[in-house]
C-alpha cells in the first residue's frame, strides 16, 4: 500500500509535473523527494529558494502544468518568499511545499513562525491536507493556481500525514477553471464605444500570451487596421515583424504621440500590475478593457469593460472598427521612430549594442529572459519577439535577480531551444550561485551581463533629483572569472569588435555560458529619459 507522498508526487505527475525545484529539508521534503523520483519527475537543487521560484515559474509557463517548488521550513521558505511574490505579482502558478511543524512539536520553537500568516498576502490559498482526501485538496490546489488570476498556492507538509497509508480512490484531473464566455451587455457597451473610433490603439498585456488570445489579437489587428503596442510581459502576442505591431507600452514618452493620436485605447488582456506607477496620462481618450477576469485594483476607469475568453471576445468585436483611420506608413514610420530612440551612444560599449550584437549572433529560435534595470529598455525596445512566451520578464514584482534563474527553467523545460538572458551586474551579484544550477543541469543558458558596475536606473533618477552620487557604484566584478569558478564558460567583452564574435562564440559552445560585457552606464542618463520620459 502507497502512503500519501506517493499518491501526492503520483496525481503531480498526472498534472503534468516534470520537475521539482528548490532546497530541501531534512524532514518530510525527503518523503516528497522519494516519491517524486519514483514517478518520474526531476528534482531540480538550486542554489537559492527565491531561484528556485523563479525556475518555476519558466517551468509553469513554458508547460503550462503549476511549477513546483519545495523549501524546508523556516528560513528556506522565508528565502523563497520573493520568489512567490513575483510568482503572485507576475500571475504565474506556482505550488509551494514546504515542512511545518509536527503535531506532537508544540513545545518547539527552533526555526518556527507561523509561515502561512507569512505566505497569506501571496498565496491564493494554503493547506495542510486535513480534509481527509489529500488528493481532491491537491487539486483543489492545483485548479486554483491556474485559474485566473494564476497565482501560486502553500501546502504545508508535515510527517505524521505524508507517511499516512493512502487509502483514497483514483479520480480524473478535473477541467480546468476557464474564463467565461464573454457577457452579451458588455459587448453591446464594448461595440457602442468602438463605433465611434476611426485610430483605435490596442494596447496588448500578459493575458494576450494564451495562444487563442494571441490568435485573436492578430486578427483583431488586421480587421480594425489598428497599431498594436506591448506591454514588456505581452510582448510577443503580436510578433514585433507583424506589420500592425508598434513597440513597446512602457507608460513613457517614446509611444506617447501615437496613443496622443490616437482616438479609443483598447486593453487588450493587460493586467494592472504592468503599468507604471504613475497617473494614466491618457484621460481624455475612451478606453475599452478586454479581460480575462476582473482585477482587484483598477488602473483606470473604462467606458466599457468585457469580462471573458480572450479569443472569443476578439471574433465577437471583429467587425466593430471601420478601418482605415491609420496607414501602414504611419505605423512604420513611428515604430521606427521608437526603436531610434532605444539607441544612445556612449564612451564604450552602448547598452543598445549589447542587444543588437545579441539579435546578430543568436539563433532564431532563441528565448529571452530579462532582468529588472535600465538594461530592459533597450532589449524590449529592439529584440524581435515573434512568439508568445519568447520573452519572459518581470513586471509585477519587477525584481532583481529574476533572468539568469528563469533562463535555467526555461531552458530545461524546453531544451530544444537557447535561452538569452539579458542581467545588469546587480542582479546578477543577487543571484550568482544559480551559475552552478546551470552548470550542474548542463542548461543551454546564455547569460549576458550589462556591467557597468552600478545601479544605473536608480543612478539615472538620483541624477535627474538633483541628489549627489551616493551609494549607487559597485567595485568592478569580472563575472567572467566567476562563471569560470563554477566551471562555466566565462567571456569578457571590453570592446565594440569583440562583442558579436563574443556572443557568437557562446551559441557554438554547449551549455552554459556567462559573457561579461563592459557597458558605458553613462548611456542611461541619455536613454532612459528618451524611452520614458
Known amino acids: 500500500m502507497s502512503n500519501v507522498a506517493d499518491a501526492l508526487a503520483r496525481r503531480l505527475a498526472q498534472h503534468g509535473v516534470k ?46 502544468a503549476p511549477g513546483v517548488l519545495l523549501t524546508t521550513r523556516g528560513p528556506g521558505l522565508a528565502n523563497a518568499a520573493n520568489g512567490i511574490a513575483c510568482a503572485s505579482l507576475d500571475r504565474v502558478p506556482l505550488l509551494v511545499l514546504a515542512d511545518g511543524h509536527e503535531t506532537d512539536m508544540g513545545h518547539v520553537s527552533h526555526q518556527r513562525y507561523d509561515q502561512m500568516a507569512m505566505l497569506a498576502p501571496l498565496v491564493k490559498a494554503s493547506s495542510v491536507l486535513e480534509s481527509g482526501d489529500p488528493l481532491a485538496e491537491l487539486d483543489r490546489m492545483m485548479g486554483l493556481a491556474m485559474a485566473g488570476p494564476a497565482g501560486p498556492v502553500y501546502l504545508e507538509m508535515v510527517g505524521q500525514r505524508l507517511r499516512a497509508p493512502f487509502v483514497g480512490a483514483e479520480r480524473p484531473i478535473p477541467a480546468p477553471i476557464l474564463p467565461p464566455p464573454p457577457d ?25 500570451r494564451d495562444d487563442a488570445a494571441a490568435a485573436g489579437l492578430r486578427w483583431l489587428a488586421g480587421q480594425w487596421e489598428a497599431p498594436v503596442l506591448a506591454t514588456c510581459m505581452g510582448k510577443g502576442a503580436l510578433s514585433d515583424t507583424h506589420e500592425w505591431a508598434l513597440g513597446p507600452f512602457i507608460s513613457g514618452a517614446a509611444e506617447d504621440p501615437m496613443l496622443r493620436a490616437a482616438d479609443c485605447i483598447v486593453l487588450y488582456g493587460a493586467d494592472p500590475i504592468e ?26 476607469v473604462a467606458q466599457a469593460q468585457v469580462v471573458g475568453d480572450l479569443g472569443q471576445t476578439a471574433m465577437m468585436l471583429e467587425d466593430a472598427v471601420a478601418p482605415g483611420g491609420w496607414s501602414l506608413e504611419q505605423v512604420a514610420e513611428a515604430r521606427a521612430a521608437m526603436r531610434a530612440l532605444a539607441r544612445s551612444p556612449g564612451q564604450g560599449i552602448a547598452p543598445h549594442q549589447v542587444v543588437e550584437a545579441a539579435m546578430a549572433a543568436a539563433p532564431d529560435n532563441t528565448r529571452v529572459t530579462a532582468d529588472a534595470g535600465a538594461h530592459i529598455l533597450p532589449a524590449v525596445a529592439l529584440w ?54 546551470a552548470v550542474q543541469e548542463a542548461a543551454n543558458v546564455k547569460l549576458v551581463v550589462f556591467n557597468d558596475a552600478s545601479i544605473a536606473l536608480i543612478e539615472v533618477k538620483q541624477r535627474r533629483r538633483q541628489f549627489p552620487l551616493n551609494g549607487m557604484r559597485y567595485p568592478p566584478t569580472d563575472f567572467a572569472a ?39 552606464g553613462q548611456a542611461y542618463h541619455a536613454l532612459v529619459p528618451q524611452l520614458r520620459g
Open 19 to 64: 520537475r521539482i525545484w528548490g532546497v530541501p529539508g531534512g524532514d518530510c521534503s525527503l518523503d516528497i523527494l522519494d516519491a517524486a523520483a519514483r514517478h518520474g519527475i526531476h528534482y531540480v537543487l538550486t542554489r537559492t529558494e527565491g531561484g528556485a521560484a523563479m525556475m518555476a515559474m519558466a517551468d509553469a509557463q513554458i508547460t503550462g
Open 275 to 300: 503599468f507604471m506607477p504613475k497617473a494614466w496620462a491618457y484621460a481624455g481618450t475612451p478606453v475599452v478593457e478586454f479581460t480575462t477576469h476582473a482585477h482587484g485594483r483598477s488602473y483606470l
Open 482 to 520: 566567476v562563471a569560470r569558478g563554477f566551471g562555466c564558460t566565462g567571456i569578457r567583452v571590453e570592446r565594440l569588435e569583440d562583442l558579436e564574435p563574443a556572443i557568437a562564440r557562446a551559441f557554438a559552445t554547449p551549455g552554459p555560458v556567462v559573457i561579461d560585457v563592459a557597458v558605458d
Open 184 to 208: 452579451d451587455a458588455a459587448l453591446a457597451q464594448a461595440r457602442a464605444v468602438l463605433g465611434r473610433a476611426k485610430r483605435p490603439i490596442i494596447i496588448a498585456g500578459l493575458q494576450a
Open 384 to 437: 524581435p519577439t515573434r512568439q508568445p512566451k519568447d520573452f519572459f520578464i518581470t513586471r509585477g514584482l519587477a525584481t532583481m535577480a529574476y533572468a539568469l534563474p528563469n533562463a535555467i527553467g526555461a531552458a530545461l523545460a524546453d531544451p530544444s531551444r537557447p535561452v538569452l538572458a539579458f542581467s545588469g551586474d546587480g542582479g546578477v551579484m543577487m543571484g550568482a550561485g544559480e551559475i552552478g544550477t
